[in-house]
Nanobody
Framework: VQLQASGGGLVQAGGSLRLSCAAS????????ISWYRQAPGKQRELVAA???????NYADSVKGRFTISRDKTKNTVYLQMNTLTPEDAAVYYC?????????WGQGTQVTVSS
């Protein structure tokens, strides 16, 4: 499985960004795709996840502002991020959960100016 994350950038506080995570390879083996983020000096944390069946879950800090979705035709998972704050600034990673482990995509930087 290979994951290609994109869509990061610089945005003003209150603005929006949409991240994309395109999967390729043995995508049939993927059970869940998650978005994580890691800010400088902090641990990597789960932001949102979507299962094969379409169920979603979110970190409390992003509920109501972020939406995870997918386009099966494009093998792509999206993270729509609205009302961004400086606390959302981090490197965002997508992760594909398979039966015995998983795969990380490369990170995409999100910078939020106040």
């Amino acid at each position: 499985v290979q994951l290609q994350a994109s869509g990061g950038g610089l945005v003003q506080a209150g603005g929006s960004l949409r991240l994309s995570c395109a999967a390729s390879g043995s995508i049939f083996s993927i059970n869940v795709i998650s978005w994580y983020r890691q800010a400088p000096g902090k641990q990597r944390e789960l932001v949102a996840a979507i299962t094969r069946g379409g169920s979603t879950n979110y970190a409390d800090s992003v509920k109501g502002r972020f939406t995870i979705s997918r386009d099966k035709t494009k093998n792509t998972v999206y993270l729509q991020m609205n009302t961004l704050t400086p606390e959302d600034a981090a490197v965002y990673y997508c992760y594909a959960h398979i039966e015995l482990g998983g795969y990380w995509g490369q990170g995409t930087q999100v910078t939020v100016s106040s």
